[in-house]
């Protein structure tokens, strides 16, 4: 297998083991896996910093990650942890706006990433893979929205 080969099946096998494969075969998996690389960050290192401009979405592989707001006061507090199987950053994917929030490693973590611009390839080059996957990323803002706004009820 050639190194590019098995670079893909690496990042296609680490799909496969979060739930995110759950609704996809192995051939999609794989043909997901060609538009996402592989990055890695140290236990409390940023992945990315409020404000920042990178529109790119990121799958926990392996470790964890705290989202962290600066309230009025310059203190971070944290709004959630995120664990192995769940994303960050797909707002941005979508609307290329500035972070919301700050993403800190918890402890090493190895995320799969996706692009805006791969996002792009990927819409051209397999329409209905790309369909699938953006009903999945669709569903899941619904539920993190409708999960905020029941939270919110309590300080109405």
Request: no cysteine.
């Amino acid at each position: 297998m050639t190194e590019i080969g098995h670079a893909l099946q690496e990042r296609a096998k680490m799909l496969e083991t979060t739930q995110w494969a759950n609704e996809f075969s192995w051939n999609e998996i794989e043909n997901i896996s060609k538009y996402l690389y592989i990055s890695k960050a140290a236990k409390g290192s940023a992945i990315f910093n409020e404000g920042s401009r990178n529109a790119e979405m990121y799958l926990i592989v392996e470790g964890s990650v705290n989202v962290v707001k600066e309230d009025v006061s310059n203190r971070g507090k944290v709004l959630s942890v995120i664990t192995k199987g769940k994303v960050i950053g797909e707002m941005a994917l979508f609307d290329g706006q500035p972070r919301s929030a700050k993403v800190i490693a918890t402890d090493d973590a190895t995320m799969l990433v996706l692009s805006r611009d791969n996002l792009e390839r990927l819409i051209d080059d397999i329409p209905k893979l790309a369909a699938k996957l953006l009903l999945k990323l669709g569903a899941l803002i619904s539920h993190k929205l409708r999960m905020t706004s029941g939270m919110l009820v309590d300080y109405i």
